[in-house]
T-cell receptor
Framework: DQQVKQNSPSLSVQEGRISILNCDYTNSMFDYFLWYKKYPAEGPTFLISISSIKDKNEDGRFTVFLNKSAKHLSLHIVPSQPGDSAVYFCAASYPGNQFYFGTGTSLTVIP | GAVVSQHPSWVICKSGTSVKIECRSLDFQATTMFWYRQFPKQSLMLMATSNEGSKATYEQGVEKDKFLINHASLTLSTLTVTSAHPEDSSFYIC???????????FGQGTRLTVV
């Protein structure tokens, strides 16, 4: 049972435009959410996080939005750069510190 | 930031042999480490939660006798794949949490190929 879902397996965006990656979750007990970026054959690297008490967190070009009522999370990257091309995973954490990951969205930023 | 080192980064082994993967937190103490497995084009799946000085907690469907986890110190957790089979070929990743933090740091991952 996939508790965290990323329904778009891939996304292509022109350089300079906004990339929007979406994530849905089913369990209202999740209280901490993260986005990770992963290059092939490497471990994921942390991008940005948000706790359930907030609805927005911004770090440079990356902004994460949380809509608790819709159980929906999104990552905005603006402006998108070719180096942003990677697979992006969203993850949700229980209070007991376990993480559950979505299936990933492969972002391609076209120069 | 905090660094988690995972070794080896890749390994090829013969079917029936055992393989040990190490996960070290280099500049912080990790009371809890997590082991994940990723199949191609699938999400990272939590295999087990490793707590220093106690038995690991395995997720449903993960064979604890096959995937032995040891967390002997605050900076080291090991995953041993025993009697490996080709279907165990996968990408294994560990992560460790800073005490009192919800943020986790990931190792570089280990690509295991069983032939």
């Amino acid at each position: 049972d996939q508790q965290v879902k990323q329904n778009s397996p891939s996304l292509s965006v022109q350089e300079g435009r906004i990339s929007i990656l979406n994530c849905d979750y089913t369990n209202s007990m999740f209280d901490y959410f993260l986005w990770y970026k992963k290059y092939p054959a490497e471990g994921p690297t942390f991008l940005i996080s948000i706790s359930s008490i907030k609805d927005k967190n911004e770090d440079g070009r990356f902004t994460v939005f949380l809509n608790k009522s819709a159980k929906h999370l999104s990552l905005h990257i603006v402006p998108s750069q070719p180096g942003d091309s990677a697979v992006y995973f969203c993850a949700a954490s229980y209070p007991g510190n376990q993480f559950y990951f979505g299936t990933g969205t492969s972002l391609t930023v076209i120069p | 930031g905090a660094v988690v080192s995972q070794h080896p980064s890749w390994v090829i082994c013969k079917s029936g042999t055992s393989v040990k993967i190490e996960c070290r937190s280099l500049d912080f103490q990790a009371t809890t480490m997590f082991w994940y497995r990723q199949f191609p084009k699938q999400s990272l799946m939590l295999m087990a939660t490793s707590n220093e000085g106690s038995k690991a907690t395995y997720e449903q469907g993960v064979e604890k006798d096959k995937f032995l986890i040891n967390h002997a110190s605050l900076t080291l957790s090991t995953l041993t794949v025993t009697s490996a089979h080709p279907e165990d070929s996968s990408f294994y990743i560990c992560s460790a949490r800073l005490a009192g933090s919800t943020e986790a740091f990931f190792g570089q991952g280990t690509r295991l190929t069983v032939v």
